[in-house]
């Protein structure tokens, strides 16, 4: 793959296990001249940046914004009219909650030149690790995924919606109002008893998966000392994981062979 040298590249970063990201993005990742980057993005990713490429940090934590959205893509424009290999590190993929849309449209907006590399979202990511299959013909034979922090920090979502029958719902950023999200759920006709898990850190070795019910399932992750990063999981799908889950019982220290590869490739 040739890389153009004057672009802004919007770069997944995946869900967190290095392993997960793309050949592609390493490639590019490997001969940034800037990288502006998120919180989410592991610390083996970023150890594939070269140490001559300056490094912008962006990330946005509850409560805690380095940068508001308006300024990274005021940033970004920036850079790209300087020239050179600008990558945008996003954790998950950046057209899924990542705000990349919003990012890419200031780019083109100013004309310049850019490309997207897709990555896999953290929903994808905690199904497969978590022993959670987000459709399955026998429980889902749907997906929604929404987000549980609206813009201006309500909670508004369209809950008829999300209490069909036979379907998998993940909320991105909804732990801060988890009691209310299962509240709303329950007043607006989903069984109490409906199987519900929520995921921390996915596919990373500090994994963890707290289940329950909708009912019970604010009261556990109290218990548990739950915090971000995390999705929630609802639908009976979750309750696979009993049975499903490989990766908790199959944690080792693993070389990051593919990754080593393409930085030695590219050195």
Not at 55 to 80: D, M, P
Not at 100 to 107: F, H, S, V
Request: aromatic letters at 4%; one cysteine or more.
């Amino acid at each position: 793959m040739d890389i153009d040298k004057n672009c802004v590249y919007l770069v997944g970063a995946g869900p967190g296990d290095p392993d997960l990201l793309t050949l592609k993005a390493a490639r590019i990742i490997v001969v940034a001249e800037v990288v502006v980057y998120d919180h989410l993005v592991g610390n083996d990713v970023l150890a594939l940046i070269p140490p001559r490429a300056r490094r912008i940090y962006v990330g946005k934590e509850a409560g805690n914004h380095t940068l508001s959205q308006e300024k990274i893509s005021r940033l970004l424009v920036e850079l790209g009219r300087k020239g050179g290999v600008v990558v945008r590190l996003k954790g998950g993929d950046p057209y899924i909650f990542g705000r990349g849309g919003e990012e890419i449209a200031a780019l083109a907006e100013e004309g310049l030149n850019f490309q997207v590399v897709p990555g896999i979202t953290a929903a994808s990511g905690m199904a497969a690790y978590a022993g959670i299959p987000l459709t399955h013909r026998d429980h889902a034979q749907s997906c929604l995924f929404v987000t549980g922090h609206l813009k201006d920090g309500s909670i508004d979502l369209d809950w008829d919606a999300l209490v069909r029958p036979r379907q998998t719902v993940v909320i991105y950023m909804g732990i801060g109002g988890l009691e209310e999200i299962c509240r709303q759920l329950m007043a607006h006709g989903l069984p109490a008893a409906t199987p519900a898990a929520v995921i921390c850190n996915a596919t990373l070795s500090n994994q963890r998966v707290v289940r329950g019910d909708v009912d019970t399932l604010t009261r556990r992750c109290r218990e548990a000392g739950v915090a971000p990063p995390a999705l929630i999981v609802i639908g009976s799908v979750a309750a696979l994981a009993d049975s499903l889950d490989w990766f908790s019982s199959q944690q080792m220290p693993r070389e990051k062979y593919a990754l080593k590869m393409v930085a030695s490739g590219n050195s």
